[in-house]
């Protein structure tokens, strides 16, 4: 049998389809301390907890065309950058069925989220707390301003665990962190970056003189405006040669 044939005569129905869904990870940096963009569930299952926003793939559609589809829909951001982050596969993560999510990841200025939440009610930037260190994994929680951690459905919670295993692995030798920061920065904004992710203090000369050694910063000649000490420089991002 050729392959016209055979595909031709192929019954779909011999396997069983999971469904598979897609959901958005979009974090930023918020006085100081990880924030990611979290939706209020009004419907079952897990009415009343929330959720990162997500939704499902359709059949003719690509994962990634997906994932900006419900950007725009529900994260209400039309241009944000997105990169896969990992496949969540358990086979009891979501009640109704089996559900395969692709979750992806972005990072984000503080200020682009700032129309998305006077649109949308039903979202909030809620604040993350990380009770471990480095890379060990494990728990994190979710706070709107000094309220108690928010429940979180199906295995989001799972999901905010590694994309910030994840950001703090690639933190000392890409320039991911830059996402966070506008096209000009003060070294003093991006200490405060690394330090929020890393949830530590760091010296301030050492910091300095490792980012400047690095390459990765200019200087653009131009000040800081509206401070009331000494201006600081502003410097902006200077990819790496072969960084996207």
């Known amino acids: 049998m050729d392959e016209a044939a055979f595909l031709d005569a192929y019954d779909a129905t011999t396997y069983e389809r999971p469904s598979v869904a897609v959901d958005l990870i979009l974090m930023s940096v918020v006085d100081g301390a990880p924030a990611v963009l979290l939706t209020r569930r009004d419907q079952p299952p897990f009415a009343g907890a929330w959720a990162l926003p997500g939704g499902f793939v359709g059949i003719g559609e690509s994962l990634d065309a997906a994932a900006h589809r419900i950007l725009a829909a529900k994260a209400r951001m039309a241009d944000a950058y997105v990169e896969q982050l990992y496949t969540f596969g358990a086979v009891e993560r979501d009640p109704r069925t089996r559900i395969i999510s692709v979750a992806y990841f972005a ?3 503080a200020d682009r989220f ?7 009610p039903e979202l909030a930037l809620a604040e993350l707390t990380v ?4 890379e060990a994994g494990g728990p994190v929680e979710a706070r709107i301003g000094e309220g108690d951690p928010l429940p979180l459905g ?3 919670g799972a999901m905010l665990s590694l994309a910030v295993r994840r950001l703090r692995g690639k933190l000392d030798y890409s320039g991911i962190a830059f996402a966070l ?6 070294l003093r904004a991006l200490q405060d970056v690394y330090e929020a992710i890393l949830d530590t ?3 301030k000369p050492a910091f300095r003189r490792r980012m400047l050694d690095r390459g990765w910063l200019e200087a653009t000649g131009e000040r800081e405006t509206g401070a009331s000490f ?3 420089e502003l410097y902006q991002y200077r990819p790496p ?3 996207a």
Request: hydrophobic content about 45%; cysteine-free; aromatic content about 10%.
């Open 107 to 109: 990072l984000l200025p």
């Open 241 to 243: 040669v072969g960084e």
């Open 181 to 186: 920061l506008p096209e000009r920065f003060t």
């Open 201 to 203: 203090k760091l010296n």
């Open 114 to 120: 700032v129309a998305a939440l006077t649109a949308a």
């Open 131 to 134: 009770p471990w260190s480095g």
């Open 230 to 232: 000494r201006p600081a």
């Open 154 to 156: 199906f295995d989001h």
